[in-house]
C-alpha cells in the first residue's frame, strides 16, 4: 500500500515516520542470526568502540571493553538476509515518494547493524547524519529495523521531532557536529527529544537532517539493529568524496 497523505505530511512535518511489524518475524530471525554469528567471530568489517572517540569509550583497542564492536560494516555484502530486507519493495514504494523520485541504497553509509553492548557500549550525543554525509542535498532517508526490543534503558534511538527544517548556527556544535551541551539556546532543542521505542521487526525511517542521539544500554542484552540509507536518483555524492567511493544499488524502476 502507498503512504497516506497524513503519512506524506508527517514525514515533511516531523522528519521521521514508524512502521509497526513491518519486517517479517523470519525475517529479523535470520538477519538476528547472521549478526551474532558474525559477533562471536568479530567478522571484518567491523567499528570497536575504542575507535570512535566518543566519552567514555575505550582508550584503546588493548583497554578493557575496547574491542567491543560498535557496528558490523558492510552488512548488505554479508548475507542475502540483509540483501532481501535492504531490498525491500515497500522501502523502494514508500522512499520515492518521501523523496519524489526513484532511490538508490547508498553502500558508503549505515549499511550496517548497530550493535550496542551493555557496560561498554558509549552513548551518542545529538547529530545529524548528513555531518559526515557529501551529496548534492541533504535529502536522503535512513532505514532503522529494530532486531530485538529498544527502549530507552537499552539505548533506544531519540529524535527531536522537525530538526531537520532548523537552522543551526556554527557555533551551537563542537568540532564534531554535535550539538553542544553547554549553549544555551541548545537547551530548547534538547527538550523536545523524544525517545522511540521499537519492538522487533518496527522500522523507523528519519530524513538525514534530523537529530537523533542514543543513551548508554543499562540492560544485560545486546542491542541490534540494521541500518541502511538512500538517496534520491539525482542527489549524486559528491566527485572525490567518501560518499562517492563505495558506489550503490539502484532500486525500483
Known amino acids: 500500500m502507498p503512504l497516506s497523505a497524513s503519512q506524506l505530511a508527517q514525514f515533511a512535518q ?18 538476528q542470526a547472521v549478526t551474532q554469528a558474525h559477533l562471536r567471530q568479530q567478522l571484518a568489517p567491523v567499528e570497536y568502540e575504542a575507535e570512535v572517540g566518543y566519552a567514555g569509550a575505550p582508550a584503546s583497542l588493548d583497554a578493557p571493553g575496547g574491542r567491543t564492536v560498535r557496528r ?72 532503522w529495523l529494530a532486531l530485538g526490543s529498544e527502549v530507552e534503558s537499552n539505548g533506544a534511538l ?18 564534531l557536529d ?9 537547551q530548547a532543542i534538547f527538550a523536545r527529544g523524544i525517545t522511540v521505542e521499537l519492538q522487533p521487526g518496527d522500522v523507523l525511517f528519519f530524513h538525514s537532517g534530523l537529530f537523533h542521539a542514543a543513551g548508554r544500554n543499562n540492560g544485560d542484552a545486546v542491542k541490534t539493529s540494521v541500518v ?11 566527485t572525490g568524496s567518501r560518499s562517492a567511493a563505495a558506489g550503490d544499488v539502484a532500486l525500483g524502476d
Open 14 to 31: 516531523d522528519g521521521y515516520l514508524v512502521f509497526r511489524g513491518m519486517a517479517a518475524p523470519e525475517a529479523c530471525a535470520a538477519m
Open 72 to 143: 558490523l560494516r558492510a552488512a548488505y555484502q554479508r548475507d542475502p538476509a540483509f540483501r532481501r530486507w535492504a531490498e525491500d519493495a515497500r522501502i523502494a514504494e514508500w522512499l520515492r515518494q518521501l523523496i519524489g523520485e526513484p532511490v538508490n541504497l547508498t553502500l558508503a553509509h549505515h549499511n550496517c547493524v548497530m550493535t550496542k553492548h551493555p557496560n561498554f557500549g558509549t552513548a551518542t550525543g545529538w547529530h545529524r547524519d548528513i555531518r559526515y554525509w557529501s551529496f548534492m542535498r541533504n535529502e536522503l532517508v535512513s532505514v
Open 158 to 175: 531519540r529524535v527531536i521531532p522537525g530538526s531537520h527544517r532548523q537552522d543551526i548556527r556554527r557555533e551551537q556544535l563542537d568540532d
Open 178 to 186: 554535535f550539538l553542544r551541551p553547554d549553549v544555551e539556546e541548545n
Open 228 to 238: 541502511f540509507a538512500y538517496r534520491g536518483r539525482s542527489n549524486l555524492p559528491l
